[in-house]
Nanobody, 119 residues
Framework: QVQLVESGGGLVQAGGSLTLSCAAS????????MHWYRQTPGSQRELVAT???????TYADSVNGRFTISRDNAKNTLSLQMNSLKPEDTAVYYC?????????????WGQGTQVTVSS
């Protein structure tokens, strides 16, 4: 089994910065594409950023230029550097990954971490 655990959420003022982290644990697994999603109450989960194993990145228009996704393949970790935060960035942020485990590609979610941006 593979687990994804996020950390780094919290309360920050508008214009501030936060860095989210996601650590994958388990045995005999290999991570493929990784994503950050976010969700607000009553809304669908929104894709924020994606990073491939080679480091290619894509971003939602709403965060492009403010957020940076990165990964450390050796440590099986994922990060999201969030700058110039806005109140509308307030959400629960989720780590998501496609993982090769037992010869199968399976999608995993973390438990989520709350980010609150005050105006």
């Amino acid at each position: 089994q593979v687990q994804l655990v996020e950390s780094g959420g919290g309360l920050v003022q508008a214009g501030g910065s936060l860095t989210l982290s996601c650590a994958a644990s388990g045995s005999r697994f290999s991570i493929n594409i990784m994503h950050w999603y976010r969700q607000t109450p009553g809304s669908q989960r929104e894709l924020v950023a994606t990073i491939t194993p080679s480091g290619r990145t894509t971003y939602a228009d709403s965060v492009n230029g403010r957020f940076t996704i990165s990964r450390d393949n050796a440590k099986n970790t994922l990060s999201l550097q969030m700058n110039s935060l806005k109140p509308e960035d307030t959400a629960v942020y989720y780590c998501n990954a496609d993982v090769w485990y037992n010869s199968s590609l399976t999608n995993y979610w973390g438990q989520g971490t709350q980010v609150t941006v005050s105006s």
